[in-house]
């Protein structure tokens, strides 16, 4: 049985009706066992990590006072270990001599010109780092310094050589403006089918319920004018994934479909390849960075689905494994060839369009080309 047969069962399980059938006893065990949190995670507090097994009532208010001398008494009353070698106080080894610093003898015979000494001796740190740049002494300095302060026939670096252990400036991004789109009108607009409503873009708005999304995939099946629908980090979990797959088997409008950073699993995303099987409209389907990877098995059934298809261009995913990966490359590559070689002319006259690789594909033979040069007609 498949991964998308076993998850099928579960898909219209009221969660409010399984609680209300358990008793006491089984809730309060459920309680036990949901707060068993994370005992191996050091980021929680302690009280966190795992639920209260205390059965001892307790004895009263916590003293600090009484706590501390408690402890300072237990510390005096316990015994000191003895040191494996008793401290006498000596010293031992050799007292450390600093080493004396080699000169080498040929840079005591270096002169300067009196002019070069001077202006040397007077030099700022940024004239020097220049200076270092053109004699080609680079890692006196940074990349960016080094190259700067040979493009340019001014003093470039204005920190001097100590500047090379500073990292580049950081050039500020200025965030993103949030989206203003008006949710609940833009569901009546698609109700309404407006012919001006092409684009529906509802990307990062967090607080969309997830009943208003499956209402946007159930307007979208009666709408004939949107072609491209966006919902990136929205929250949408597995329910609206299937609302979308229900959508796209009645749909005939709709071109795009971004769903990437979501919380859809492994059965909604198998859902959503499932109905291009009924949908021959669709061209771009996005479904990467969702918060729990699908998995290899989840993987080898998508690409299984994308080779039988033959209408969508664009699939956007980012395959852990190297054989779906490159099962969907050929089948994206298959399917865009198919839309190159059939061609309609503004007459309405079909133009068939075939490479030789197509060609040998079609007729499962070689061709062999050959250019020759027309003769000249005799005169």
Known sequence: ????KEMEKYRDVDEDELL???SEEELRRLEDELEELDPDNALLPAGLRQRDQTKKAPTGTFQRDNLLAHLEKQAKEHPDRDDLVPYTGEKRGKPWVPKTKVVDPILEDVTLEPELEEALANATDAELCDIAAILGMHTLMSNQQY???LASSTIVNKQGLNSVIQCTQYKPVPDEQPNDTDVEETLLRIKH???ELVEVNLN??????IATLKAYAEALKNNTVVERLSIVGTRSNDPVAHALADMLHVNTSL?????????ITGAGIIALVDALQHNSTLQELKIDNQSQPLGNKV??????MLEKNSTLLKFGYHFTQQGPRLRCSNAMMNNNDLVRVVRTDSDGAITFTLSVPELERAFCKKF????????????
């Not at 990062?204 to 319920?209: A, F, Q, V």
């Not at 993987?299 to 299984?304: G, H, Q, R, W």
């Open 299 to 304: 993987e080898m059934e998508i690409a299984s």
């Open 204 to 209: 990062n708005i967090r607080n969309i319920p």
């Open 20 to 22: 209300q059938k358990l």
């Open 193 to 195: 089918n407006d012919p």
């Open 1 to 4: 049985m498949s991964f998308r």
């Open 368 to 379: 062999k080309f050959s250019s020759k040069p027309n003769k000249k007609e005799k005169a």
């Open 147 to 149: 190259y700067e302060a």
């Open 255 to 263: 071109r795009s479909l971004n769903v990437e950073s979501n919380f």
